[in-house]
């Protein structure tokens, strides 16, 4: 499987999600390669920050050539993570050419909501490309009980891309373990952390098959 995660909008938990979806696929036995496709190098950071063993392999490739090299820089791994960049559009295209299915990252609030027309509108245009691909919404740092973590859901009803069941809520160890190179489950083995990223995980695998 090759999970674009994507969102021009910054800020959204592109990185986030995608080091621990690679970490959560990992522990799990699979062998996963993480693309970093951002100039700045967020997950390359994590990475280097890390001490223990790498769970996964890192590789940076901020290129607008991404879906043309995929083949042959995936080869021998069962999964694939493309962290995306924000804004730059021309990345954003190549790695969504290179994926199966795009993750979109959104925050619940209107600015996030609003913003992600952009996405929506690139995978739009590489549909007539790629028929198959696949897309879904998942929101993160969503805060307990509140009627905007209800909200969101139904503003996101409005684009043609299906939301998750699954979500992750704001939690400070998302940012603690980041900082160690770690991901969540390493921090908080059975902690609700690490349950909702492979809850993620598990929602990603079912809607690809
Ligand atoms: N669920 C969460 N709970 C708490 N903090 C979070 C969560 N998700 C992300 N963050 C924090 O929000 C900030 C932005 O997250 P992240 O870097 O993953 O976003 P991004 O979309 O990759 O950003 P960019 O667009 O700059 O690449 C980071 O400091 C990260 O630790
Ligand atoms: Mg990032």
Redesign the pocket.
């Known amino acids: 499987m090759i999970v674009g995660v994507l969102?021009q909008?910054?800020?959204?938990?592109?990185?986030?999600?995608?080091v621990n979806l690679a970490a959560t696929l990992a522990v799990e036995g699979a062998r996963v390669l993480l693309i970093d496709a951002?100039p700045?190098g967020?997950a390359l950071d994590w990475a280097a920050a890390r001490q223990s063993e790498p769970l996964f392999s890192v590789v940076g490739l901020p290129r607008p050539t991404v879906h043309k090299e995929i083949s042959q820089i995936g080869q021998g791994y069962d999964h694939i993570i493309i962290?995306g960049?924000?804004r730059v559009t021309d990345l954003a295209r190549s790695a969504i050419m290179a994926a199966d299915v795009v993750l979109i990252?959104v925050q619940p609030s209107p600015y996030d909501i609003w913003a992600a027309e952009e996405v929506v509108k690139l995978i739009d245009e590489a549909r007539v490309y790629k028929e198959n691909l696949k897309s879904l919404f998942v929101v993160?740092?969503k805060i307990a009980n509140t009627a905007i973590g209800r909200d969101v859901g139904e503003a996101l009803a409005a684009y043609p891309i299906p939301a998750m069941n699954a979500s992750?809520?704001?939690?400070?160890i998302?940012?603690e373990a980041?900082a160690q190179g770690l991901a969540v489950h390493e921090v908080d083995k059975d902690g609700p952390?690490a349950a909702e990223i492979k809850a993620v995980a598990i929602e990603l695998m079912e809607f690809v098959r």
Request: aromatic share 4%; glycine share 10%.
């Open positions: 969102n909008k910054g800020g959204v938990g592109k990185t986030t999600l995608s951002d700045q967020s962290d960049p924000p990252p993160n740092r992750v809520t704001q939690r400070v998302f940012a980041a952390a």
